[in-house]
């Protein structure tokens, strides 16, 4: 079957530590987004990448960091500087083009303990 | 810059009643629209999308949409809700510009009581 895969689903992390979200499609999907949901703000970008070897910052990049070195793969690292990494992230993949959707993952979350 | 304003953040419909969820855009250029559905701690769904072919948008699960452009509104209607429906909506619009991003409303969050 076709779609985004994110993993851990649940991911905790130390004050200091940088950690790495997975983001897998098998959709032959040029674009790819990483977005951050805290609870009424909606969705906020991150990062986004429309080809290979290429990204983007988006709204909210502080304290992350990308890599794109494969079509399939746009995974996202927190690192330390990020002051307020607890949330709930979410990967998404998309055809590039106006009216094209994106498509989702089934998110990570990530706690600070 | 476009942007969504969501007008509710909660809307309460007992099973059986009809649902209306609320969203103005801001635009520019003729845009993209879409409503999404996020049941708690999973990704998102689509549920219609906009793109200029038709004003009324059907979608799965009995939802559908109008585009009115003279008030700058995308409302999303179901005749009848089911226990089922209740979530989290988010009406998003994609820039038709440079990189076209997705830019995402606040949400609205369904209860849905029997």
């Known amino acids: 079957d076709g779609g985004i895969t994110q993993s851990p689903k649940y991911l905790f992390r130390k004050e200091g530590q940088n950690v790495t979200l997975s983001c897998e499609q098998n959709?032959?999907?040029?674009?790819m987004y990483w977005y951050r949901q805290d609870p009424g703000q909606g969705l906020r970008l991150i990062y986004y990448?429309?080809?290979?070897?290429?990204?983007q910052k988006g709204d909210i990049a502080e304290g992350y960091s990308v890599s794109r070195e494969k079509k399939e793969s746009f995974p996202l690292t927190v690192t330390s500087a990020q002051k307020n990494p607890t949330a709930f992230y979410l990967c998404?993949?998309?055809?590039?083009?106006?009216?094209?959707?994106?498509?989702f993952g089934q998110g990570t979350r990530l706690t600070v303990v | 810059a476009q942007s969504v304003t969501q007008l509710d953040s909660h809307v309460s419909v007992s099973e059986g009643t009809p649902v209306l969820l609320r969203c103005n855009y801001s635009?520019?250029?003729?845009?993209?629209l879409f409503w999404y559905v996020q049941h708690p701690n999973k990704g998102l769904q689509l549920l219609l999308k906009?793109?200029?072919?038709?004003?009324l948008v059907k979608g799965i699960n009995g939802f559908e949409a109008e585009f009115k452009k003279s008030e700058t509104s995308f409302h999303l209607t179901k005749p009848s809700a089911h226990m089922s429906d209740a979530a989290e909506y988010f009406c998003?619009?994609?820039?038709?510009?440079?990189?076209?991003?997705?830019?995402f409303g606040t949400g609205t969050r369904l209860l849905v009581s029997p």
């Open positions: 635009s520019s250029y003729s845009p993209s």
């Open positions: 998404a993949s998309s055809i590039a083009g106006q009216n094209t959707e994106a498509f």
């Open positions: 959709l032959n999907h040029d674009a």
């Open positions: 906009y793109t200029s072919a038709a004003t």
């Open positions: 990448s429309q080809i290979v070897n290429d990204f």
């Open positions: 998003v619009v994609k820039e038709n510009t440079g990189f076209q991003k997705l830019v």
